[in-house]
T-cell receptor, first 114, second 112 residues
Framework: GAVVSQHPSRVICKSGTSVKIECRSLDFQATTMFWYRQFPKQSLMLMATSNEGSKATYEQGVEKDKFLINHASLTLSTLTVTSAHPEDSSFYIC??????????FGQGTRLTVV | KQEVTQIPAALSVPEGENLVLNCSFTDSAIYNLQWFRQDPGKGLTSLLLIQSSQREQTSGRLNASLDKSSGRSTLYIAASQPGDSATYLC???????????FGAGTQVVVTP
């Protein structure tokens, strides 16, 4: 199947700093990518839809100024957590869809804010 | 709003037994349904994708069925192995854009 690569897999940052997470589709082009958040023992919750060359679409309750999404090319979307706080600590994971409409996910990023 | 439910939440079976995982959804107007596996602290691995026009999909020991009218999908794993221990998630797409609505998952433990 298609490959989606996410980096970094794990990051620890201090409160008030910003963290950037990258999501790349390695062997296919993705005009749309998705960012999810997963709390311990819970399922994935969609945060936003990342659209190549245009603004992201955020789900209700997700702060667009805190979670900045940029989709500058057909193979790369980035999520920047700005002014991170301990409550932003979570598992963030991206996905992209190939031409068959099958969704493929990155490896996820464990963010810990101290 | 689409809601996806997975039953049971957890399942423990001895090696060799068949696994049956259930997924139900409230809105039958789906585009496709996908089953994933997630290992602790890891991303999701796609297992099977069933398009809305299909009734089932098979891959090796895995078989997934889809009954849109009743809002149900079942994942069967034959002859379970300890390596099958993981959390299994089903997700529904309501359109072709790929936005998924996930169930809470079924945590499976296969004991040797």
């Amino acid at each position: 199947g298609a490959v989606v690569s996410q980096h970094p897999s794990r990051v620890i940052c201090k409160s008030g700093t910003s963290v950037k997470i990258e999501c790349r589709s390695l062997d296919f082009q993705a005009t749309t990518m998705f960012w999810y958040r997963q709390f311990p023992k819970q399922s994935l919750m969609l945060m936003a839809t990342s659209n190549e060359g245009s603004k992201a679409t955020y789900e209700q309750g997700v702060e667009k100024d805190k979670f900045l999404i940029n989709h500058a090319s057909l193979t790369l979307s980035t999520l920047t957590v700005t002014s991170a706080h301990p409550e932003d600590s979570s598992f963030y994971i991206c996905s992209a869809r190939d031409v068959s409409a099958e969704a493929f996910f990155g490896q996820g990023t464990r963010l810990t804010v101290v | 709003k689409q809601e996806v439910t997975q039953i049971p939440a957890a399942l423990s079976v001895p090696e060799g037994e068949n696994l049956v995982l259930n997924c139900s959804f409230t809105d039958s107007a789906i585009y496709n349904l996908q089953w994933f596996r997630q290992d602790p602290g890891k991303g999701l691995t796609s297992l099977l994708l069933i398009q809305s026009s299909q009734r089932e999909q098979t891959s090796g020991r895995l078989n997934a069925s889809l009954d849109k009218s009743s809002g149900r999908s079942t994942l069967y794993i034959a002859a379970s192995q300890p390596g099958d221990s993981a959390t299994y998630l089903c997700a529904v797409a309501s359109d072709s854009w790929g936005k998924l609505q996930f169930g809470a998952g079924t945590q499976v433990v296969v004991t040797p």
